[in-house]
């Protein structure tokens, strides 16, 4: 049986897009959780900085109001340890970020410190502790960097597509 295990990094928009139930992406979401959870050995990593940047959803937002609910989904999605290893933003870390926002200025881009922070976490990982397969977002800025963190960088995706609603 082949290996389907694959070392994933996630910057915030993945996991704001769960906590948002956006329709085109929930679904994929959940089915790597699956994959992961069905005991494929993947492995989804992010940087500590997704913490802060789930904070709410939009419709808190556009109503203004909290919603206990989305305090709970986030909550929940944080406490899932065996899916979701979290980085914290060590010195190492922040070095390779701020060598990253300064190495696009040639190119005439402008990359901001939060997502520069995910770029290098990805990295720093890649390098010291497991080889990242491809980081995974759904900002349409990031793709760009690929060449310059040397990782794949696509939206989510599951390896195999699930049949729903199919019993065997």
Wanted: proline share 5%; with cysteine; aromatic share 8%.
């Amino acid at each position: 049986m082949p290996d389907n295990s694959r070392v994933l990094y996630w910057d915030s928009s993945v996991f704001l897009s769960w906590v948002n139930e956006i329709p085109s992406r929930v679904s994929i979401i959940e089915d790597i959780h699956t994959e992961i959870t069905e005991g494929n050995n993947s492995i989804v990593y992010t940087s500590v900085e997704s913490i802060v940047e789930v904070a709410n959803a939009d419709i808190e937002k556009q109503q203004q109001r909290l919603d206990p609910a989305v305090e709970e989904r986030i909550t929940n999605m944080w406490e899932d340890i065996s899916f979701i290893k979290v980085v914290d933003n060590i010195p190492h870390i922040a070095e390779i970020a701020r060598r990253l926002m300064r190495d696009t200025i040639p190119q005439g881009w402008v990359l901001k410190p939060k997502d520069a922070i995910h770029l290098a976490t990805a990295m720093w990982l890649d390098k010291n502790v497991d080889r990242i397969d491809e980081l995974h977002t759904y900002d349409t800025g990031l793709p760009k960097y690929e060449a310059m963190i040397g990782i794949p960088i696509c939206e989510p995706h599951v390896l195999q597509a699930r049949m729903k609603g199919f019993n065997v």
